[in-house]
């Protein structure tokens, strides 16, 4: 059964810096790895797709990575904002199953 | 549609009362996958459609959970004689099927569903 952790659960930093958000799966047998953001009171917002096959992706500030032989993807954000105060959940796709982990849940201060 | 529809987007019911839950996917998408998140809690997988059946049923969490998917398109999570602790958001979210490695999959708002 795959089983998704994120660490750290709960993080809080200043406005600028630069942070990694860890995610790791017990069977690397994957088809791809999601990161999402949850907004408190909404649902989810897909931010990046990497495929199986992929090392990493990016988008404006973000960056994922993934090494799918040892069971490890981050996501890193660049020069944080108070907007990017979320939580963010990594989900990996394996066979017609998400599976996600627990969350990371972030806050930038101004 | 645009994104993954839901509705209702709140619901408070007696315990006891049967509830029904709808979900509109993105058009086109043959894959629906329903989800339940308990306040604090991560996502728990409940069923998935591709198409019109369910192949996996295994996470609905007993027999007072049901889903169907009629036209291969609009879902339906029914949940009988409500219980306290079935309150929770509950997600729906679509892709594409097939080429699955290379399917973003996109989430509802959710139904959130207090049961008093």
């Known amino acids: 059964k795959q089983e998704v952790t994120q660490i750290p659960a709960a993080l809080s930093v200043p406005e600028g810096e630069n942070l990694v958000l860890n995610c790791s799966f017990t069977?690397?047998?994957?088809?791809?790895l999601q990161w999402f953001r949850q907004d408190p009171g909404k649902g989810l917002t897909s931010l990046l797709l990497i495929q199986s096959s992929q090392r990493e992706q990016t988008s404006g500030r973000l960056n994922a990575s993934l090494d799918k032989s040892s069971g490890r993807s981050t996501l890193y954000i660049a020069a944080s904002q108070p907007g990017d105060s979320a939580t963010y959940l990594c989900a990996v796709r394996t066979g017609n199953m998400l599976t996600f982990g627990g969350g990371t849940r972030l806050m930038v201060k101004p | 549609g645009a994104g993954v529809s839901q509705s209702p987007s709140n619901k408070v019911t007696e315990k006891g009362k049967d509830v029904e839950l709808r979900c509109d996917p993105i058009s086109g998408h043959t894959a629906l996958y329903w989800y339940r998140q308990s306040l604090g809690q991560g996502l728990e997988f409940l069923i998935y459609?591709?198409?019109?059946?369910?192949?996996?049923k295994s996470g609905l969490p007993s027999d007072r959970f049901s889903a169907e998917r009629t036209g291969g398109s609009v879902s339906t999570l029914t949940i009988q004689r409500t219980q306290q602790e079935d309150s929770a958001v509950y997600l729906c979210a679509s892709s594409l099927w097939g080429r699955a490695a290379g399917n973003t999959i996109y989430f509802g708002e959710g139904s959130w569903l207090t049961v008093v």
């Open positions: 459609f591709q198409g019109n059946s369910a192949p996996d």
């Open positions: 069977d690397s047998a994957i088809y791809n």
